[in-house]
């Protein structure tokens, strides 16, 4: 099961950090999705669970990161120099497998999403 929290409104070039608690199973790879008004999903973000390896999509490169905190079982995605375009809902996901090539598909478990606004 996963829990998204954090979104909110903020203004362009503001930060925010999503938190999405995962529980009741292992995972092998995390990562944060997103879907805009009148779009379909998109990724935005993965990482392996043991945090070797993560990936982002190239119009978020440099502004966000993923994280996650092993303690709490929480991932995490930083947010920063946010931009009008990145208003969406944001989903974290998970997969119980790891593997190069790994993609949207790939993700069995999905969180309730959490509404991210930026204005202009």
């Known amino acids: 099961q996963l829990q998204a929290s954090g979104g909110g409104l903020v203004q362009a070039g503001g930060s925010l950090r999503l938190s999405c608690v995962a529980s009741?199973?292992?995972?092998?790879?995390v990562g944060w999705f997103r879907q805009a008004p009148g779009k379909e999903r998109e990724f935005v973000a993965i990482m392996d669970w043991r945090g070797g390896s993560k990936r982002y999509a190239d119009s978020v490169k440099g502004r966000f990161a993923i994280s996650r905190d092993n303690v709490d079982n929480t991932i995490y995605l930083q947010m920063n120099r946010l931009k009008p375009e990145d208003t969406a809902v944001y989903y974290c996901?998970?997969?119980?497998?790891?593997?190069?090539?790994?993609?949207?598909?790939?993700?069995?478990?999905w969180g309730q999403g959490t509404l991210v606004t930026v204005s202009s």
């Open positions: 996901a998970a997969s119980s497998s790891w593997f190069r090539g790994i993609n949207e598909a790939d993700f069995g478990s």
């Open positions: 009741g199973r292992t995972f092998s790879g």
